[in-house]
Every structure is written in structure tokens, then in C-alpha cells.
């Protein structure tokens, strides 16, 4: 079976801390990772996905076959990074969304 | 930059009313999706559409649901006799490929059933 799973509904930081937003998937083949952003009143856009290993707004995430995990983190957290944050699993033309986790970045 | 478009941006409808949700999708994507998202909710994947026609669905797609494309650019989701537990936030996404390409998503509908 395909889940996602992100442990955390919301989290709180302050802005310049470091921000790690965790997930766990389970699945039985090559995963296919993603991290969706929704901004307050903004549709879903993607962030960034496994294979591109790229760093986006200071975001990078790393794929853990071992833990089957998939965390976002960033090392200085901004205060535009308050949003809704998804990880997603792509399986068989689908995307498999987690919860979801709410990000707070205090002043 | 072009993006998914959807309307209505919300839509109340009574129970057992027939509602039709639209979609234009990125000019020149292939592959299209409904997701929907009841509140307090994870998003739901709900059906994929390629080549005219559905490719995978969900089991919560079942006969009351169905997708069409009518013509070049829309990309409907009808609900034949809604329920109250179709309330809901309903997106639909677009993408160029299959799998691994990346899928853009609408603002959504919210649907309303009272």
C-alpha cells in the first residue's frame, strides 16, 4: 500500500531557526517524492521532488530508503515560509498526499 | 506563466442535485486529475485522464462520478446525486507527461452540499 505519513499538524519555529518538517512513506517500489507548498490563499505548487535534488528557497529534502523518509528542512527559517507544507508520493499516476503540516514562522 | 483554471470558485448545491465542477488545463498538458480535499482533511487523488480516458481511479470515484472532456480545452468532473460527504474542496491538475512529471494544480473548487 501507498501512504504518506507527516507526524506533525502544525509546527511553530522562530524566524532564523533551523526548520525540519518530517515524513514518512511507505511503499513498495522506487518511491517518487515530492513537497507541495500552498501559501495563504495560493493554490498548490510544487517545491521540490526527489530526483531533481535541487535546493529551492533554501528547502532541500533527502531521500532515506533506510528510514523510508523524506524530511524538508531548512537551515534559517523566514517568516515567508509560514504555509501549508505536502509530502507527496507519486505512485502509478497518482499523487498520495500526507496530512499536511502547518508552518508558523514567528518574528 | 500559464495555469490550471477552475469554476465555479464555490458552488452550494442541495443534496441529491447533479453538479458539474470545470477545469482548463495547461494548453498543452496530457495528462489530467481530480484530487478533492475534505476540511481538516488530506488531499484525495480521485481519478487520472489520459487520451480520452480514465486511466486510474480511486475507489472513492465510484459510479456517481464521472470525467469528461468535451473539447480541446475543458476538463469536467460531474456528480450525478450529491451527498453531504461530497462536501469537499475539489482540485484538478494537469501535467505534460505520465509519473514523473510534475503536476500543476488549479486554485480548486469548494462544493458545498446542504
Known amino acids: 500500500a501507498q501512504r504518506v505519513t507527516q507526524p506533525e499538524k502544525l509546527l511553530s519555529v522562530f524566524k532564523g531557526a533551523p526548520v525540519e518538517l518530517k515524513c514518512n512513506y511507505s511503499y513498495s517500489g522506487s518511491p517518487e517524492l515530492f513537497w507541495y507548498v500552498q501559501y495563504s490563499r495560493q493554490r498548490l505548487q510544487l517545491l521540490l521532488r526527489h530526483i531533481s535534488r535541487e535546493s529551492i528557497k533554501g528547502f532541500t529534502a533527502d531521500l532515506n530508503k533506510g528510514e523510508t523518509s523524506f524530511h524538508l528542512k531548512k537551515p534559517f527559517a523566514q517568516e515567508e515560509d509560514s504555509a501549508m507544507y505536502y509530502c507527496a508520493l507519486m505512485g502509478a499516476q497518482k499523487l498520495v498526499f500526507g496530512q499536511g503540516t502547518r508552518l508558523t514562522i514567528n518574528p | 506563466e500559464p495555469e490550471v483554471t477552475q469554476t465555479p470558485s464555490h458552488q452550494v448545491t442541495q443534496m441529491g442535485q447533479e453538479v458539474i465542477l470545470r477545469c482548463v488545463p495547461i494548453?498543452?498538458?496530457?495528462?489530467f486529475y481530480w484530487y478533492r480535499q475534505i476540511l481538516g482533511q488530506k488531499v484525495e487523488f480521485l481519478v487520472s485522464?489520459?487520451?480520452?480516458?480514465?486511466?486510474?481511479k480511486s475507489e472513492i470515484f465510484d459510479d456517481q462520478f464521472s470525467v469528461e472532456r468535451p473539447d480541446g480545452s475543458n476538463f469536467t468532473l460531474k456528480i450525478r446525486s450529491t451527498k453531504l460527504e461530497d462536501s469537499a474542496m475539489y482540485f484538478c491538475?494537469?501535467?505534460?507527461?505520465?509519473?514523473?512529471?510534475?503536476?500543476?494544480f488549479g486554485p480548486g473548487t469548494r462544493l458545498t452540499v446542504t
Open positions: 494548453s498543452n498538458h496530457l495528462y
Open positions: 485522464f489520459y487520451n480520452n480516458e480514465i486511466s486510474e
Open positions: 491538475a494537469s501535467s505534460v507527461g505520465g509519473s514523473f512529471y510534475e503536476q500543476y
